[in-house]
Each structure stands twice: as C-alpha cells, then as structure tokens.
C-alpha cells in the first residue's frame, strides 16, 4: 500500500493550513488541534514520504521544493473532496442532476436570469452551477471537456465544441455627456481612435474585438485605464477619465438617468453573436439536454459543429 493513502483529510487541511499561515500554530488553530499534535502529524507525513516537506526557523516555516509540491497538490485533493461531499449531498437532499455552467459577462447580466429562473422553477431537482469566464477562456474549458456547457461570443468557438445561437448582443460607444463625440448617434470604431479608452481587461471578447479593429485601422487602441466590469467601465466614462464600448443593456441605466451618452457602432462587429456550447466528446444527460433546449427554443436552429 501507498504511504500516501495512508494520509488523511485532517492532516491534508493541516497541511495546507500551515502553509498559508507560515507558522505551524498559527495552522493547528485554524483547524482547532494543539500545536502539539500538529507538529507530530506533520512530522509523520514526512516520515511516511522520506522527504522534508517544511523548513523550521524561528520566524515561523517555510515549505521546500517538495513542500511546495505536495502543497498544490493537497490543494487540488481538498477541491475534489469538497466537490465530492457537496454532490452527495445534493443527492441527499433530492437533487437529479447537477449542470455546470460557464458564461460571460453580458449572458450572466442580462439573459440568464430570466432564462434560468423559468426553468429552475420548473425543475426543482436540478442544479446549476453558474461561474463567470470571459469567452476565450469558456472556449478553452469547452474544447477541453472541463464544463459541461458554456455561453460566449461566436467569434471565439474552437474546434471540437457542439454550439446553438443563443442571444444577440449588441455593443455600443459610450460617452461622457461632454465629451466631443456625445453628439453622434451612429459611429464608426476608427473614428473614435483619437481619444482614450475605458476598457476591459486582457482576455475579454470585447476588448480583442476593439483591439483586432484598431489593428485593421492601422492605428493603436489608448487604454487609459482598464477595469473588471460593465458598470466600472459606464462609471469611469461617466467621469471623463475615457469612452468606452459596452453592450447596449449593460449602459441602459446610465442612459436612462442620463449620466452618459451612446452611439451605435457602425462596425460589423459590433453586433455579435452569442452562442451555447458543449464538448463534442461529451454525452449531455437528460436534464443538460433539456436546459439546452430550454435556453435556445426562442432560436429554432439545430445544432452546429466547430
């Protein structure tokens, strides 16, 4: 037998308690075990392995090489036993089936509450697991089997991955109310290159389409600042600090109070597609198969391949 499969949870949240305190006392009571007891189960993990896996100073521990190894990985064994008890107890309690979700920004804010709530209501023993990604990274949790369905930009679908339409999304220059293009009510992207940009941070399909664009216009996109969200990036605008580009339900209530002000983008771009995915190698149970035709019954399209 292993004299890893000899370790047991407690020693594992010891560990990892440890390490993220730097001090063996300060661990021990965080998991409530006496300094004492710590110290030995830390000592007989190492005896177990042969190897040291903590060095003892007199400002409190720091982890070797194989420390820091076997840290990630009791990291990695603790998420797996959390996900393990909280599924059993979703059966526990009655769930059927548990989906997990990955979606972008714009879908989570503006489509799928109302989507989800319906069904939901409908179906009160399944479960959703909903996470927020940008779309170039829901792609690649897709193309690699690690989700079970994800929602993002069109654009960014990779090989191997089943889609279906899901919404479209329209994207919008936004604008301090002052500022010299708050008059136009249609724009074209390059015309707006001049000024500084609010924008979205690396990874975004908003922010590649902006830079892809400005790319093609043979000129650079000036980001004067860069921010996480929808409202930071109409609040920052509101303030002057730059313009930016937002889907249009995302600035609604901006525009409602008249804080800033909006143009269309003339661009092709500017309208995209949203889509809903899943991997191609992976079989869908009933109730995945159902929510997908659930959220895509508005669209009537069958499914399509990357």
């Not at 292993?2 to 063996?24: C, H, M, N, P, W």
């Amino acid at each position: 037998m292993s004299q890893l499969s000899q370790i047991d949870i407690t020693a594992l949240r010891l560990f990892i308690a440890i390490a993220q305190a730097g001090s063996i006392s300060e661990g021990a009571a965080r998991i409530h075990l006496s300094v004492a007891a710590a110290s030995k189960r830390i000592s007989d993990i190492e005896s177990r392995i042969g190897v040291r896996l903590l060095r003892r100073g007199a400002r409190g521990i720091s982890l070797t090489p194989a420390g820091g190894a076997f840290h990630q990985k009791a990291l990695a064994m603790m998420q797996l036993a959390d996900t393990m008890e909280e599924e059993l107890s979703d059966y526990a309690q009655g769930v059927e089936d548990r989906i997990g979700i990955m979606a972008n920004a714009a879908s989570i804010l503006h489509f799928l509450p109302s989507d989800l709530a319906s069904y939901l209501g409908a179906n009160p023993r399944l479960r959703v697991d909903l996470q927020e990604q940008t779309s170039l990274r829901i792609a690649e949790l897709l193309q690699s089997n690690q989700t079970d369905l994800g929602i993002f930009d069109a654009d960014h679908t990779p090989m191997g991955v089943h889609t279906r339409p899901y919404r479209e999304d329209r994207l919008m220059l936004v604008t301090a109310r002052g500022h010299p293009l708050a008059r136009y009510k249609h724009i074209d992207f390059a015309e707006t290159l001049k000024y500084d940009y609010v924008g979205l941070h690396a990874g975004t399909a908003i922010l590649t389409k902006m830079t892809q664009s400005a790319g093609r216009a043979g000129r650079l996109l000036r980001l004067r600042i860069q921010v996480n969200s929808f409202d930071a990036v109409c609040s920052m605008v509101e303030s002057g600090i730059g313009i930016g580009i937002v889907p249009i339900r995302a600035a609604q209530i901006y525009l409602d109070l008249k804080r800033i002000a909006a143009a269309e983008l003339d661009d092709p771009w500017a309208k995209r597609q949203l889509v809903l995915g899943w991997p191609a190698q992976r079989h869908l149970t009933p109730g995945a198969t159902n929510l997908v035709e659930h959220l895509t019954r508005t669209t009537g399209t069958a499914p399509q391949t990357a």
